[in-house]
């Protein structure tokens, strides 16, 4: 599975939008970008995945470069419940669902 | 509701005893997996299961272990527990089909060793 490469931390005030950026320069054809997120002390938890096109849920958005080398997850009005620390996972679907976890970003929401 | 659920939640222990760790899911999932994280780290991926009678060992495998007699439960066992064991253990559970493979987590158990 690629490697990914995410910043250490960062900030966003409440109500604005937080974006999240993703570098997985050595993703290849097949691989999905899936975000999960740990807010503290809980098991992480499922945000968005996308293969090539942009999507959208009711959590979140994911922006994919057109070369696919990297990935933005937007949360368009960060709340206090946000800030949590966010993980990028690039991996072939057919891995069985085996997710290899990096340091992840942690975000923290400021009134 | 479907869930995944861990037991104890927090467990004390002594250096080489046995520890047994549940978790119980009720998706129905085919796969799952147990995770340790440990302050300042991600998740390493220590054991995983696609099914009954299905077993595979993950990043950090050595000194647990793990059976699959049905669906619903994958405990984890520590067979001589050490204080480098000492963590944070989740258990996550996932569907075998679409490319979502989401997975599902529970709360996690803090076990400390002695």
């Known amino acids: 599975d690629a490697k990914t490469t995410q910043p250490t931390s960062m900030d966003c005030a409440e109500g604005r939008a937080a974006n999240l950026p993703c570098n997985h320069s050595?993703?290849?054809?097949?691989?999905?970008v899936y975000w999960y997120r740990q807010i503290h002390s809980q098991g992480p938890q499922y945000i968005i995945h996308?293969?090539?096109n942009n999507e959208t849920n009711e959590m979140a958005s994911l922006i994919i470069t057109e070369d696919r080398k990297s990935s933005t997850l937007i949360l368009p009005h960060a709340t206090l419940r946000d800030t949590a620390v966010y993980y990028c996972?690039?991996?072939?679907?057919?891995?069985?669902?085996?997710?290899?976890f990096g340091a992840g970003t942690q975000v923290v929401v400021t009134p | 509701d479907a869930e995944i659920t861990q037991s104890p939640r927090h467990k004390i222990t002594e250096t080489g005893r046995q520890v047994t760790l549940a978790c119980h899911q009720t998706?129905?999932?085919?796969?799952m997996f147990w995770y340790r994280q440990d302050l300042g780290h991600g998740l390493r991926l220590i054991h995983y299961?696609?099914?009954?009678?299905?077993?595979n060992k993950g990043e950090v495998s050595d000194g647990y272990s793990v059976s699959r007699s049905n669906t619903e439960d994958l405990p984890l066992t520590l067979e001589s527990a050490a204080s480098s064991q000492t963590s944070v253990y989740f258990c996550?559970?996932?569907?075998?089909?679409?490319?979502?493979?989401?997975?599902?987590f529970g709360p996690g158990t803090r076990l400390t060793v002695l």
């Open positions: 050595t993703i290849s054809g097949n691989e999905y």
């Open positions: 996308g293969l090539k």
């Open positions: 996550a559970s996932s569907s075998s089909f679409g490319p979502s493979n989401e997975q599902f």
């Open positions: 998706w129905n999932h085919n796969n």
């Open positions: 996972i690039v991996r072939v679907p057919s891995s069985w669902g085996k997710l290899q």
């Open positions: 299961s696609y099914g009954v009678q299905d077993t």
